[in-house]
């Protein structure tokens, strides 16, 4: 199973960007999908998770109404739609999975994801 996310690139302050995220592999498995993010130095942190169905998300307090974590309509794909974008923004984003049969199950901690994407760098800079 892999993940190949895209999407990132260069922004400026307040410019919005969206993040797509797609299993390969072993789709005919569920997957809980999340969105991490990392720069130099810090821990990886969550930005926002979703269930396999759709209908249940998580997000870091801090982001909340200006991300946006959804399924697509192709099965286990996920994006994360970035707006009002700031400096503080610029990060590797990654995308992960974990298997599960629990239509309702969001995952927020690192540790709990085991198959993860190679990321993908979202600048932010005037």
Known sequence: VQLQASGGGVAQPGDSLRLSCAVSGRTESNY???WFRQTPGKDRELVAAISWSGGFTFYTDS??????????????TISLQMNSLKPEDTAVYYCAAEPTDLNWYV????????????????????
């Open 32 to 34: 809980v999908m999340g």
């Open 63 to 76: 982001l909340r109404g200006r991300f946006v974590v959804s399924r697509g309509n192709v099965k286990n």
């Open 107 to 126: 995952e927020s901690t690192t540790d709990k994801y085991s198959i993860w994407g190679r990321g993908t760098l979202v600048t932010v800079s005037s």
